[in-house]
């Protein structure tokens, strides 16, 4: 379980859930900690940094897909939006055409989190990223707009939201609530955006037209949402809870499903070094390698059809350290068992394969390294 003593959590927090806290990460972006599962949504360290480094600067390696007239994006556990919105400002930065479709499909089991995406203070330097989710997420967000009232308007929660969208959001709540008409919200937003929000925030929604811009929230199990899919996508964040916490979606099949629906000049991007993870991702068909932050410290994995894409492949130890029992993988035939039965099978599997230990195998890679570097 997360240590959460050293981060600002707003207590009692009950304006999403009774399991939900606010919490102020390093950074100065806001984050989530879920009582339930016992960990926390985002690194301690900064929620937008986490972003920025594990999910998007991988992929500066390759930025073929932003040449491209349409880009594909699947966001797996969207939560409260880091990786969609890092994503937009990496575009906006990035200078592509304003022709350029952007289509996100966003999976979050939990509606609540995504209503409130557009309002969370996420440390970027203007608000345009809310502004399209807030403007794409409009319906939905009207549908349950006491249940979004009541968190944005509880004075305890101001210090974790973005005030000038709360600015907008109350505008259009009492001034725009009357359009009906798609083309009718969005030039209600358009207009009162730049009337209240920034001017500043002109230039960088010039690199990307609304008309250009779709973000469809799918509210259900990841698996669900597979099964049925039929997009190729260029690019795939998979933010899920940890595998011993979340084991259904980090699968061999949830891999070969995701191989299925991923272009060959892909890519798969997560936070997990996991032998396991990658174990699957191997035995899927992908191209695996390892993702590190300006630091040069481990971030993450990457996968992908395109070996080209792979900028640091799997080493000599991580091939090792996947054939001992940190890289035994985790199944769910038809992607429907239950976490516990996923568990269950997965530790009977290991204890039939009796593999070496991680811990042994580490050990003696270090003795045979120490003896080379000697001899």
């Not at 970027?124 to 409009?138: G, I, K, P």
Request: charged content about 25%.
């Amino acid at each position: 379980m997360i240590n959460i003593a050293n981060i600002s959590v707003v207590q009692p927090h009950n304006a999403i859930s009774q399991d939900i806290d606010f919490v102020m990460t390093m950074d100065g972006s806001c984050g989530l900690y879920n009582r339930n599962v016992g960990d926390i949504y985002h690194s301690s360290y900064g929620a937008l940094s986490e972003a920025k480094e594990k999910f998007i600067r991988p992929l500066n390696f390759h930025k073929n897909f932003l040449q491209k007239k349409e880009i594909k994006v699947l966001d797996i556990c969207s939560g409260i939006g880091y990786n969609t919105k890092a994503f937009l400002n990496y575009l906006f930065d990035s200078k592509i055409e304003p022709k350029t479709k952007i289509h996100i499909d966003a999976i979050e089991i939990d509606k609540k989190l995504v209503l409130i995406s557009p309002f969370i203070n996420d440390g970027l330097r203007d608000c345009s990223c809310s502004y399209f989710l807030l403007a794409n997420l409009q319906e939905d967000i009207f549908s349950e707009i006491e249940q979004v009232n009541s968190v944005i308007s509880d004075l305890k929660n101001r210090p974790f939201l973005t005030r000038a969208v709360v600015a907008l959001f109350q505008k259009y709540r009492f001034d725009g609530y009357k359009y009906n008409l798609r083309r009718s919200y969005l030039s209600f937003l358009h207009n009162i955006y730049y009337q209240y929000v920034s001017k500043r925030n002109k230039k960088p929604l010039k690199a990307l037209k609304m008309n250009n811009f779709s973000f469809k929230p799918h509210y259900m199990d990841a698996r669900l949402f597979l099964k049925s899919a039929k997009c190729e996508y260029d690019i795939v964040f998979l933010d899920a809870f940890t595998p011993l916490k979340l084991p259904t979606l980090w699968s061999e099949e949830f891999f070969a499903r995701l191989y299925e629906l991923m272009n060959t000049d892909s890519m798969l991007v997560t936070y997990s070094n996991s032998a396991a993870v990658r174990n699957a991702m191997l035995k899927a068909g992908f191209f695996v390698g390892k993702t590190f932050d300006s630091k040069k410290r481990p971030s993450g994995t990457v996968a992908s059809k395109n070996k080209n894409f792979i900028e640091h492949p799997l080493d000599e130890f991580d091939f090792g350290l996947i054939q001992t029992n940190a890289g035994v993988t985790f199944n769910d035939p038809d992607l429907d068992w239950q976490p516990e039965k996923i568990l269950e099978e997965y530790n009977a599997k290991k204890s039939r394969l009796n593999l070496q230990s991680s811990s042994s195998y580490i050990k003696s890679y270090k003795r045979k390294e120490e003896t080379l570097c000697t001899t």
